[in-house]
Structures are given as structure tokens and as C-alpha cells.
Nanobody, 127 residues
Framework: QVQLVESGGGLVQTGGSLRLSCAASGGTFILLAMGWFRQAPGKERETVAVINKSGGSTYYTDSVKGRFTISRDNDKNTMYLQMNSLKPEDTALYYC????????????????????WGHGTQVTVSS
């Protein structure tokens, strides 16, 4: 069973930066495709960025391209989301998620393909 714990959220002003971390335990990290997702109040959860198990392939939703960077450190069993030029519309609860992908090198953008989820970390961007 894979456990995921997010950290790094907080309150930041428009234009500021935050770095989210997702620490994984209880599984084989190098076999996990992973991603960041977010849910704003009154909205459905959406895909933010996802990464394949090697870290060599990534996907970003259009609204964060050029501002956010997803990465992972397979030696530290940790995934990251560097968020720059934050906007009020980035305010949401950010979740990390993982799924095993032992035979595939692709990333997975669809939320319903993920089996393991963290509890989330709140990001609030003030205007």
C-alpha cells in the first residue's frame, strides 16, 4: 500500500512562488507514475501536472504551462511541484496521486487512473 503525504502549501501573494512536495512510502517509488491535481471551492478536481515513473515525460494543463514545473527525485521517493507567478485562480487544495506503471513509460493525465491519493495541501493566493 502506497502512502502519500503532501507539504509546502500556504498563503502567498499574487506573483509569488511555492514548492509543493509529495513524499511516498510503502511502495516501489520508481514504478509509480504520479501527478498533481487540485480542487478549488465549488469546482471539480482537475489535473494540474503529471509525470512518468522516470521523470522524463510530463504533462501540464494549459493554465499552468510556463509557470509550474513538476519533477521527482527517485532517490528520495519524493515528487515536487514548483509553482511560480502564482495567480488567485491557482487557489485550491492540491493533491498528489500515484499509480503503478511497471510496464509503461507513459504519464497518465486522467484522475480516474490513479489508485493512491494524499490528503492534500492548501494553496491560497491573495490578490
Amino acid at each position: 500500500q502506497v502512502q502519500l503525504v503532501e507539504s509546502g502549501g500556504g498563503l502567498v501573494q499574487t506573483g509569488g512562488s511555492l514548492r509543493l512536495s509529495c513524499a511516498a512510502s510503502g511502495g516501489t517509488f520508481i514504478l509509480l507514475a504520479m501527478g498533481w491535481f487540485r480542487q478549488a471551492p465549488g469546482k471539480e478536481r482537475e489535473t494540474v501536472a503529471v509525470i512518468n515513473k522516470s521523470g522524463g515525460s510530463t504533462y501540464y494543463t494549459d493554465s499552468v504551462k510556463g509557470r509550474f514545473t513538476i519533477s521527482r527525485d527517485n532517490d528520495k521517493n519524493t515528487m515536487y511541484l514548483q509553482m511560480n507567478s502564482l495567480k488567485p485562480e491557482d487557489t485550491a487544495l492540491y493533491y498528489c496521486a500515484a499509480r503503478y506503471a511497471p510496464f509503461s513509460s507513459t504519464y497518465y493525465a486522467r484522475q480516474d487512473t490513479y489508485n493512491y491519493w494524499g490528503h492534500g495541501t492548501q494553496v491560497t493566493v491573495s490578490s
